[in-house]
């Protein structure tokens, strides 16, 4: 079935440092990808997404491309802020019939430290 | 404009009682979700309406759960006979009709049985 697997954490950067959070997916389908991020005592927030192969999702100065050789979607941003901490969430959306279901990956606490 | 509410945010109950929690989405969104959030773990899919109807209730985990959505706008979570394994953060999400079209989240009801 669909899954998504990410990169397990907490990641903990400084401020300014390089971020990288892998994902990778289940090659059913031409699923859309997004990337949703939930920071402390909020919901669930789209932070980017792509609906097809070599689509670069941004928004915020982060950025993913969805990779369908390697089916990955890996989420990066060149320097994090501390205001970035949150835990950030993959998904893909089901194929066919049921593409109104998001599956999630088990996300990522990330810690940015001044 | 207002985002998707979930009442209430924190929910304490004993092993064996009745619970409902509740969601209003986003005025004019004729699709709504629920998702089922445990400790550690990513958002997993538990029932989709469109309008009054639930289109797909294959993410229930067994009978004691129930969902409606009588006049195709709040939606009301039901949980018998509560089990400390349903302790979890429970989401909900609506979107325009088209399925497709992004997925808005509330903050969630933080549910914990003893």
């Known amino acids: 079935g669909d899954s998504v697997t990410q990169m397990e954490g907490p990641v903990t950067l400084s401020e300014e440092a390089f971020l990288t959070i892998n994902c990778t997916y289940t090659?059913?389908?031409?699923?859309?990808l997004f990337w949703y991020v939930q920071y402390p005592g909020e919901g669930l927030q789209l932070l980017l997404k792509?609906?097809?192969?070599?689509d670069k999702g941004s928004n915020k100065g982060f950025e993913a491309t969805y990779r369908k050789e390697t089916t990955s979607f890996h989420l990066e941003k060149g320097s994090v802020q501390v205001s970035d901490s949150a835990v950030y969430f993959c998904a893909r959306r089901s194929s066919g019939g049921s593409n109104y279901k998001l599956t999630f990956g088990k996300g990522t606490l990330l810690t940015v430290n001044p | 404009g207002a985002g998707v509410s979930q009442t209430p945010s924190n929910k304490v109950t004993e092993k064996g009682k009745y619970v409902e929690l509740r969601c209003d989405p986003i005025s004019g969104h004729t699709a709504l979700y629920w998702y089922r959030q445990s400790l550690g773990q990513g958002p997993e899919f538990l029932i989709y309406?469109?309008?009054?109807?639930?289109?797909?209730d294959s993410g229930l985990p067994n009978d004691r759960f129930f969902a409606v959505r009588p006049e195709g706008s709040v939606s009301t979570l039901k949980i018998q006979r509560t089990e400390r394994g349903d302790s979890a953060v429970y989401l909900c999400a609506s979107s325009r009709q088209r399925e497709e079209n992004e997925q808005f989240f509330g903050p969630g009801t933080r549910l914990t049985v003893l």
């Open positions: 309406f469109q309008g009054t109807g639930a289109a797909d």
């Open positions: 792509a609906t097809k192969a070599d």
């Open positions: 090659a059913t389908g031409y699923p859309s």
